[in-house]
């Protein structure tokens, strides 16, 4: 297991440094100055152009510069947003946990809903109930992300006019920025009305959820009915039949552990696709999260802001998927090919 752990932890560590290298190639290749491109002051005068060519050692060489790119990346010094004049590291963390939040709810509305209907459908392998839920499954799984918000935008917020249709919160709320969820913000802050504020809030994350949870759902269906029916066909559940179990004694007792275990894995790594659909859905909803932020930055070619919005989104990919799979690994020892043999 600590060997696995060493492997795990250096194949993160040579990931994230292969991303601060792209990031820090991408400020070279944006169009304009590479100074501007880097440190984000769009005119800066001789002296100041002076002192960050040292403070990024652009007159030392490839290998210096890059360094010293990677000391102040990891000290959090990623350079001003062109369009704001903001810390880059600042936005990105006011940013990033809308996303994460948005995230994290639709992945349980996903488990919540797909794993009973996946082991429905199982248990009644090529039946009317397994067919009508694979059925449901395979349309939602077909719908694309951004038309499938824009169809609840017209249903729920146009025509019915029960949800709002973009933000995190009414306008009318001032709710203090302090760990960037939104509901938890609420909760610590002291602003009055306090049960309507959430309320209002949970109206705002209705259809954002919705729109990431419905395509995710379809898929967490269909990995928990195909493991459920590949364990109900093993051969100790059928020793647990010849014993005169019944079938939900069977199943609770011997199948159940057994067929969500080997599916963890791909049910973890979803909140990854989660976290990039997330991205696109934030920009319908205008939910203020590092999508909308990102797409404002391309708008405006803000290149600093887009070079350090990819990699503080490429690097929590990467950490959310490598840790999952430690994660995973410590609860469930098996090697990588006998959890994907019973998948």
């Keep these: 297991m600590l060997i696995y752990l060493g492997r795990r932890l250096n194949l993160l560590l040579i990931t994230l440094l292969i991303l601060c290298i792209a990031s820090y190639i991408l400020a070279f290749l944006f169009p304009g100055d590479p100074l501007t491109n880097l440190s984000g002051n769009p005119s800066p005068s001789d002296d100041q152009a002076q002192q960050l060519r040292l403070m990024y050692a652009l007159d030392e060489g490839a290998l210096a510069g890059f360094w010293q790119y990677l000391k102040l990346t990891l000290v959090g010094e990623w350079g001003l947003s062109l369009s704001s004049q903001n810390p880059i590291f600042d936005d990105i963390c006011q940013f990033l946990p809308a996303s994460i939040e948005l995230s994290l709810y639709a992945m349980f509305v996903s488990l919540l809903v797909g794993i009973p209907l996946g082991i429905i459908a199982g248990l009644n392998h090529r039946r009317i109930s ?27 917020a146009l025509q019915w006019g029960g949800l709002p249709m973009s933000g995190r919160v009414s306008l009318l709320y001032d709710i203090p920025h302090q760990t960037g969820f939104i509901l938890l913000d609420i909760i610590m802050s002291n602003v009055a009305n306090k049960q309507q504020v959430l309320l209002d809030a949970l109206n705002h994350l209705i259809l954002p959820t919705l729109s ?16 459920v029916i590949n364990v109900m066909a093993s051969d100790y559940i059928k020793a647990a039949f010849a014993k005169g179990l019944s079938r939900p004694q069977v199943f609770w007792r011997h199948g159940m552990k057994n067929a969500l275990l080997p599916i963890m894995p791909q049910l973890a790594m979803q909140f990854t696709v989660l976290l990039t659909n997330a991205m696109i859905v934030e920009v319908i909803f205008s939910w203020p999260g590092i999508g909308e932020w990102l797409i404002q930055a391309i708008y405006q070619r803000d290149f600093p802001a887009i070079r350090g919005g990819m990699l503080a989104v490429s690097a929590l990919v990467v950490i959310v998927t490598i840790s999952v799979d430690l994660l995973i690994r410590m609860i469930y020892p098996l090697s990588k090919k006998q959890i994907h043999a019973q998948v």
């Design 130 to 156: 397994d067919m009508g839920i694979l059925s449901v499954s395979l349309v939602g799984f077909s719908l694309p992300v951004f038309w499938l918000a824009l169809l609840l935008i017209l249903i729920f």
């Design 212 to 227: 990431l949870s419905i395509v995710t759902s379809s898929l967490v269906i269909r990995l928990t009915r195909r493991s």
